[in-house]
């Protein structure tokens, strides 16, 4: 059984996401490493998602994440 391809957009959303929060990972105050490492742990976690509303939720989650990244 295969899985249903991911919708292209949401796709390049993703990643557009990853590489925001990546790029302000640089000034976390613990370290880009550690923020590196737990951002990728994150993404990581839910690459299996293939559901596009539960991906939404977890493209919003990320720019909630970038809010708070970007208030340190």
């Keep these: 059984m295969t899985t249903p391809p991911i919708n292209t957009t949401l796709r390049h959303q ?3 996401i990853y ?3 990546l ?5 976390y105050p613990l370290g880009y490493a550690f923020f590196r490492q737990r951002l990728h742990r994150a ?4 690459a299996a ?3 596009e ?3 939404k939720r977890g ?3 990320a720019e909630y994440v970038k ?3 970007e208030a340190l």
């Design 14 to 16: 993703v990643i557009r």
């Design 19 to 21: 590489k925001e929060l």
């Design 23 to 27: 790029y302000l990972g640089r000034d």
């Design 43 to 46: 993404f990581a976690s839910q």
């Design 49 to 51: 998602l293939r559901d």
């Design 53 to 55: 509303e539960a991906i």
């Design 59 to 61: 493209i919003a989650r």
């Design 67 to 69: 809010k708070e990244v």
